[in-house]
């Protein structure tokens, strides 16, 4: 039989997970909160054994298992865990590895939500975090401070204009745990444990869950730092459901052929985004434009479903535009069949300040696009008319 991990990542995502199925071809829903334990012995050895998924579902859930286990093959990990969101798994990490004197280096750039954990909650638990521009060659290695630094963290591709890290150079960086956001990329685009990164996580709330019918986060890596997290996750209480487990085992099943069809869509997309005059910096990683399109193709598969612009007239022309799209709609999140525009300035990072915002890149007219399933012609026509009515305002 061939090695399972020498198979494409598309064959993978249909095989992976299935453990606990027994002869049920689709995933077994599990919804116990708890499980019957035959005797006193066989209960504390469950009460006592990390990762216990025959226990009590805040431990661990066989529906959740399979997920977790799905996502391990995918990003070549030796295990994973699941939280019940994505800022379940980041608080997870960040609090179950980081204590009262230490040090965490982060990228600017970062989801809005993690910024504020390392801004405003980890001050409070005595941690101290610097930020460096990840987008510098070495800023990450030169702000560890050595035996002080226990976690480097990093996202890429990263909110929400779209800036790419360097995998290889965080990779590198010994002694703190580092640590890879890979959210927009989800594990069929690039796989940061290939680049010596220590841990990968997901909001799989967006691509891989990639129906908006799940809120879940994953974290994967070795053995031993699932381990440990897994002793703090227990405690933090962050825990996936099961059902919302069922529905992302599910997402990952088309996730691949999503993916290409999303980066696909998008490149033509900001493309005819690029060729209008009044848009501005269009990002997008496929595109030869992009600041780091040479490290984007290095690293990743293609260039994902993501796509940022400006548009012109700044707050009222991003508002005009967001709200005359017909095709698409506006909401916040990324990475399901449906087109999403969202306004950063005004949602997503609406608690950065303005200088905050400007070192993020974020303008008032920045909108960002999660590409959908829908044909490329019908999101093309639908951005035209959305910016001529913007541009018919001004
Ligand atoms: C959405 C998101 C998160 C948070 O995930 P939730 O499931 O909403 O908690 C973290 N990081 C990135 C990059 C995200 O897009």
Redesign the pocket.
Known sequence: MTDPTELHAATRAIRAGRKGDGTSLAPVLWPTTTFVTPTVDVARKMATSVGADRFYSRYGNPTVAGFEDAIADLEGAEAARAFS??????SGVVLGLCSSGDHIVAQRQ??A??QLLFQAVCPRFGIEVTFVDGTEPGAFAAAVRPGKTVLVFA?TP??PKLDVIDLDEVGAIAGPVTVV?A??ATPILQQPLKHGIDLV??????GIGGHNDA???VVAGSRELIDWLWGFAVLQGASASPYDALNALRGIRTLPIRIRQQSESALVLAQALEARSDVEDVRYPGLPSHPQHDLAMRQMASGGGLVTFDVAGGLDGGRRFVEAVKVAQFAT??GGPETLVTHPASTTHVNLLPDELAANGIGQGTIRVSVGLEHVDDLIADFAQALDAAEAAR
């Open positions: 969101s994505g800022m379940g798994a980041v970062l989801y939500a993690t996202e990263a909110n956001d959210t927009f996580l997901h909001s799989a709330t967006k809120t879940l986060g999140s990324l």
